[in-house]
């Protein structure tokens, strides 16, 4: 089993940055891909962005291309979720994911999803 616990979310004003943080634990393998979504009240949950630990490709929504910047310390077996520039649309609660199997992104392979975080708020709002 995989343990994924987020960090770093909070309330920001329209413009502003967040750092989210991912800590994997428990039967950790390097070569997970681990993946960010968000669901937003009312709405389903999306993908947001994608990375691989062997050669550090990443995936991003169309919505967040540009402003959001995914990375992962493999020594930590962490995962960070930079975002830039945030709008009300991206206000969520933001979760960390975690393949078991695969460590290739989208488009070569559906989001991670076999492992779950408990989620981090983050709202944007003036």
């Known amino acids: 089993q995989v343990q994924l616990v987020e960090s770093g979310g909070g309330e920001v004003q329209p413009g502003g940055s967040l750092r989210l943080s991912c800590a994997a634990s428990g039967s950790t393998r390097l070569y997970y891909a681990m993946g960010w979504f968000r669901q937003a009240p009312g709405k389903e949950r999306e993908a947001v962005s994608c990375?691989?630990?062997?050669?550090?490709?990443?995936y991003y929504a169309e919505s967040v291309e540009g402003r959001f910047t995914t990375s992962r310390d493999t020594a930590k077996e962490t995962v960070y979720l930079q975002m830039n520039s945030l709008k009300p649309d991206d206000t969520a609660v933001y979760y960390c994911s975690a393949d078991a199997n695969s460590d290739l992104c989208p488009p070569f392979a559906p989001m991670p999803d076999d492992y779950w975080g408990q989620g981090t708020q983050v709202t944007v709002s003036s």
């Open positions: 990375i691989s630990s062997s050669d550090g490709s990443t």
